[in-house]
């Protein structure tokens, strides 16, 4: 199915091939790399060419998210992993795009319950898109996920140091975390999975009484002093281990 949305920007929201979907990815988003458990590939098209991206797949840690929302199975969820506009594509679209994407996902996938996702307030948003677009805001945190090397600059997620056994250089002090703070957001693809929650929902308000919003890599203004606003259980679920974040590298609004 392709969704167009509004005659003056014409803008189309379709299935692409998942070679198309990463080689936008690693050109647009900030972070220029795509998320290995990607599934679901979405381009956005405006005039018949493709200036942006929106990928799904199930989380990598699924035991740390699934208990968010009870009684959820494992082809229940998926995760908002990589989303990218190119900043010719019109302003405002990402909203309407993200909207239209969970319309096709429910369509298409009709045993999916709920989305989650995860904004990065180290380097780009606070989620204004999310927020924009009808997700929860479930978790705020400080940032112990991504991390610079203190040598080279590189960055790089805590799940690659599992992934490539090198996670004893954290250890030895060559890497140091990125100072911000994590987003964690959902979105119920069916509402009555809302009321099985297992976690506060958090108004958005919180992020400016908290000090701690940024918008396209700035901070909003002074960051205070914030820990997990997540029940006290969760402490080491869903926010802890996030697929990098999911800005674009030319419109970070999030």
């Known amino acids: 199915m392709i969704y167009k949305m509004g005659s003056a920007k014409n803008l189309i929201v379709k299935p692409i091939r998942a070679t198309d979907a990463n080689r936008i990815i690693r050109t647009l988003h900030y972070s ?12 956005v098209f405006m005039n018949g060419k493709c200036g942006g991206a929106i990928q799904f797949g ?5 035991k740390n998210i699934l208990p968010l929302v009870e009684g959820t199975s494992w082809n229940e969820l998926f995760e908002l992993n990589r989303m990218a506009f190119a900043d010719w ?38 989620g204004a898109i999310y927020r924009a677009s009808g997700f929860v805001l479930t978790d705020i945190r400080k940032n112990t996920a991504l991390f610079r090397n ?22 030895k002090g060559l ?8 987003f964690r957001y959902i979105y119920f693809l069916d509402p009555s999975a809302k009321a099985k929650l297992t976690v506060p929902i958090i ?18 203004k002074g960051a205070g002093s914030v820990e997990s606003d997540a029940f006290a259980h969760q402490a080491k679920e869903g926010g802890a281990i996030p697929t990098p974040a999911l800005q674009s590298k030319s419109q970070s609004k999030k």
């Open 32 to 43: 220029g790399k795509t998320a290995p458990n990607s599934q679901v590939h979405l381009g």
């Open 58 to 62: 199930p989380p990598l840690v699924k």
């Open 89 to 126: 594509l019109p302003r405002n679209g990402e909203s309407r795009c993200l909207g239209y994407a969970m319309r096709w996902l429910k369509k298409t996938y009709p045993n999916l319950k709920w989305i989650i996702s995860f904004a990065d307030g180290t380097q780009c948003g606070d």
């Open 150 to 171: 203190k040598k080279t600059g590189e960055q790089r997620h805590l799940m690659q140091f599992f992934h490539t056994g090198t996670r004893f250089e954290i250890k």
């Open 175 to 182: 890497w140091e975390p990125l100072k911000g703070y994590q």
């Open 203 to 220: 108004p958005f308000s919180r992020i400016d009484e908290l000090g701690v919003g940024m918008y396209k890599g700035q901070s909003k």
